[in-house]
């Protein structure tokens, strides 16, 4: 993910344009002014299309809808990826509450049980990270107790089977009276939310943009900025070249822009920092419940940021 101060006008946008989304515009713009090259060169020295006949006010129209278009399409890929964000959100308080909760309740001596509570919830957020990237290993989870992370690996849907293993103890500790059931009824509804992130998180991932939606968006742009080139041509003469990539730069650009931050949860520069937040909360965690953590991994919660000064 990108932070920028946004008084620092040139170098975060020399910084975009480092990054493969613009890369990938930048070859379709290549594209774009070979065929207002063409289109011009062949307008204005062999063959008159008569396109350039073309009422203006037709082509404003068009760049009116377009722009409509284009503003329902940013601001719904935006909505998801916020949605995406408030998600996790809520993620990584639930987390820290849960941890909070089991630190008030459970004996300060009972250090097996402090340490399987920090190494689970810290798991969930690891295990719905890789979900959502469809990864199924199980490398970054902690090994609660000997034998659970081959029991893990056996889950297809990971987040499932780290909520599994804390219900079931949690379930352990309440009958061997351990926990009231006031502090059950609680933990239960604490519990519960970890699932509900979880399925947030896979309706945003499972539906993306309607494909047909989609799609007409881009034949709307082909259809615009090749009929451009004409239309502007007997004003501009061989202006018509740069004015056509110029366009070509923002209506592609928004578009690709949409389609990269629609996905939030995987591995762009504009995506969520998933890997920093899920460590972040392995961190809180642990500090919660008093259960010792390397250097090395709170560290690794720092923000990874690109920040562009």
């Not at 001596?109 to 690891?126: L, Q, V, W, Y």
């Amino acid at each position: 993910m990108i932070v920028y101060k946004t008084k620092a006008w040139l170098p975060a946008i020399w910084h975009f344009h480092t990054g493969p989304t613009a890369i990938a515009l930048l070859r379709r713009l290549v594209v774009v002014g070979i065929y207002a090259t063409l289109v011009t060169v062949g307008e204005l020295n062999f063959i008159d299309f008569r396109l350039k006949d073309t009422p203006s006010s037709f082509l404003q129209a068009m760049g009116i809808l377009l722009s409509l278009l284009l503003i329902f399409r940013t601001n719904t890929a935006y909505d998801r990826f916020y949605e995406g964000r408030q998600a996790w959100g809520v993620l990584v308080n639930n987390c820290r509450n849960l941890a909070i909760y089991f630190n008030a309740v459970l004996p300060e001596g009972d250090t097996e049980s402090r340490a399987f509570f920090a190494k689970a919830i810290s798991n969930f957020p690891f295990a719905l990270k890789n979900h959502l990237r469809d990864m199924s290993g199980v490398d970054e989870l902690d090994m609660v107790e000997e034998g659970e992370r081959r029991d893990l690996s056996n889950f297809d849907h990971k987040p499932a089977g780290v909520s599994n293993q804390l219900w079931v103890r949690t379930e352990i500790l309440y009958r061997e009276g351990r926990l009231s059931e006031s502090q059950h009824i609680n933990l239960n509804q604490r519990l519960t939310t970890l699932m509900d992130v979880c399925g947030i998180c896979e309706r945003i991932k499972s539906t993306p943009i309607p494909f047909s939606y989609n799609l007409f968006i881009k034949l709307f742009i082909m259809i615009y900025v090749g009929i451009l080139p004409f239309t502007i041509i007997t004003a501009y003469g061989y202006l018509t070249i740069p004015a056509v990539v110029l366009t070509s730069y923002v209506l592609v650009g928004l578009e690709m822009i949409g389609e990269e931050i629609e996905e939030p949860f995987g591995f762009e520069r504009n995506d969520l920092p998933l890997n920093q937040l899920s460590q972040l909360i392995r961190v809180n965690v642990h500090d919660i419940l008093q259960i010792y953590l390397p250097h090395v991994e709170k560290q690794a919660a720092k923000p990874g940021f690109t920040i562009v000064t």
